[in-house]
């Protein structure tokens, strides 16, 4: 044969190509990759998680490859074009506000010539909610000015302005100026009049606020936003803890409990200030609905305000209980914290308020002592580790009757819709553990009591349990009871049926509620509240509950989670409860700075590092430095201020008992009761033949974690898709790729994983 006649037609083309490459070394691009090798267009969910989006509208960013014409781009929204609704912005991205979003799953899809199309889904949810908490509290009554049983209505606006001879705010009318009118200087240069407007609306059938400084007549959208915002977010919160079933007022965004300035100083530095009604805990003591709402308002931010860096938290006592439990649990809903006269969370409070209640039966009741016991203040203060008793009956009488007790009331509800175990035993139960099913869960039917069996369901569980807890230990081991006062105590010490009614036996925590109250951060055990700044303004607490033991439980419980409290700074000052006039003020603008070193390291690091390691050198615990304020270097807890002669750090009848000051084992490990672990203390035979009836299980070991003590689960659901209730919860898990950008700046970003 010769050479032109074997020569097959393939190579002929390949060597008239110029190919000389071996036939075994040429690439097969089969064309599915051919496609794919094509740039990419990227859609971006910016305004929350895909998967969390709320009220129909969604701010949406497409990152189009190098030489894309933006008006080749098509958008369609579940099929049809919303193509219009996205255009180039003046920040160089390609954005839209989509509006339209059903109930449920929506498929975004954009596409342009000679580009990869890019497909996203989008789960949104009612206005009206809930998101991620699962079945709302039934009844629930709304405004009078709702729209709709979801307590819906369309937003309203109020301009106000800054005196400048008053410092308050007062109502404004652009078309008539006032002489007083101040002006401020924002963190990023721009000098603008003090005029604020701010936002109320509704969402998750409670009210929010929204104020920033305000241009009147000026266009303002998530992709122009006016100059003078900074882009950071303030969020305020209210006080106590309660459980109303009605719409609430959001907390002030002007002003806040302490009255020393931290929103009108956030709002002068250019800050968004927000709150929402149902962040308030004296309104709201869900952590999961309050994490929700904040969720909903700060994607409200991200649609009409713009982009967020970063987010901090601000409030006393009910505040500063919200801002711990809700980081904890949904980390990166806040960068910082600025909790004052603090609480740790609601359960382990909760646990200390059921000791109360309980000692009190007993204590109070001379005619349960046995011959020869007597009660003399001391010793009682000995016992409760406080030595004011009325502390214990300001927090049993406020909180836990109102909180337990399943027929005191609570607003929303008429007498006929209240629980009454004869008359109306399906009637609403007005406790905390009830408001709260979704999460604690139902109690089992081997536990179920004469209404549950009668109504077919189970209660809200209790997640409290005294069952081997020696109550007043210590003072009989420092010779301050008697062992007859410390038998007579414990032997009689009984506990509560589900509602609330005495009953000889202990108190034991129901399941699942007990395991589910760490799961969910009920409990704050902090090991998701590394990843946070914390800066804890504290003082004194003269016997009005709000003891100073609380700051250094949650830097004990970081310093056992984490090995450390590099993220925590503590100020304690004179002034009681709140440390200093100036706290909250002067927090915000070192919070602010500590956020800002944060924002600038781009390493790829852990956030919880980030964190540590660019606090500013300056930032440190402190004392206020007053005449007569001695500064104590407490072991194990830093600097810390005390008065002369005043003690401080009150304890609880739990660290009385013999556990730490981390005090957030909601039920004991136990071990054997043993006599020679009371030396040199000795007991009779009687007494001792009483104290082994007292505790026939043993007695608690708090040298082991608790029963079922577990961290919390970060970024919890309760609901499945169909809204139908997941009771103690499910992890969301890892965010939907490329959403939520808009929530912080990228260092702060590790929220997203879900962890």
Known sequence: MTRSRWRSPALTALVTLGLAAPLGALPYVPPAQAQEDRPPLTIQVVSNRADLVSAGETLVAVRLPRGTRPRSVRMRLNGGDVTKMFALRRSGRYEGLVRGLRVGRNRLVASAPGRTTDRVVITNHPNGGPVFSGPQVRPWVCQETAR??????????????????????????????????????????????????????????????????????????????????????????????????????????????????????????????????????????????????????????????????????????????????????????????????????????????????LLRAYLEAPDRWAPGVAWEPQAIAAVEGHPNHVNSVILDSLYWTSLADPDSGCAGVSDEQLYDAETNPDGVRCTLHDYTVNVVGPRRPADWGPQEKQVGHGFGGLPVDNVGVQYGLQALQQGRITPAQFVDLNAKVDGSDIDLNPRPERFEANQPALRNSYLSGGVNSANNLDRVAIIDLRGPDPGAFHDAYRSFAVRARLEREHGHHRNHVLWYGAVPLVGDTSYTRDGLVAMDRWLTSVERDRRKLPLARKIVTNRPADLQDRCTQLPGVEQVDVPGVGVVCELPDVQTRYGTPRTVAGEGIETDVQKCTLKPLRRTDYYPVELTDAQWSRLREAFPQGVCNWEERGVDQVGARAWQTYQRPDGSVVYGGRRLGRAPGRSGDGWTSRSFAVWRSGR
Not at 181 to 205: C, K, M, S, W
Not at 255 to 268: K, M, R
Not at 308 to 326: E, K, N, P
Not at 330 to 357: E, K, M, N, R
């Open 148 to 357: 709709d049983a979801q307590c819906n209505q369309p937003p309203r606006y109020e301009l106000m302005y800054r005196s400048s001879v008053t410092g308050q705010f007062q109502p404004y009318d652009p078309k008539n100026p006032p002489a007083d009118l101040a002006e401020t200087t924002t963190d990023q240069g721009h000098r603008v009049p003090f005029v604020i407007r701010v936002e109320t609306g509704y969402q998750n059938r409670d009210q929010y606020k929204i104020a920033t400084l305000y241009r009147p007549g000026r266009r303002w959208t998530a992709w122009a936003p006016q100059k003078q915002w900074n882009h950071k977010v303030l969020i305020t919160h209210g006080h106590s803890c309660g459980i109303d079933r009605q719409s609430g007022e959001a907390p002030s965004v002007t002003s806040d409990l302490t009255g020393s300035g931290a929103p009108v100083e956030a709002l002068s530095r250019g800050y968004v200030v927000m709150s929402t009604a149902l962040n308030n805990a004296g309104h709201n003591c869900n952590l999961v609905t309050q994490a929700e709402s904040m969720v909903m308002a700060k994607e409200r931010i991200v649609e009409r305000y713009g982009r967020i860096r970063f987010t901090i938290g601000t409030g006393c006592s009910g505040g500063s209980l919200t801002q711990q439990q809700v980081a904890n649990a949904y980390p990166g809903i806040y960068q910082g914290i600025l909790p004052q006269c603090s609480f740790p969370d609601a359960w382990s409070t909760g646990q200390q308020l059921v000791d109360y209640h």
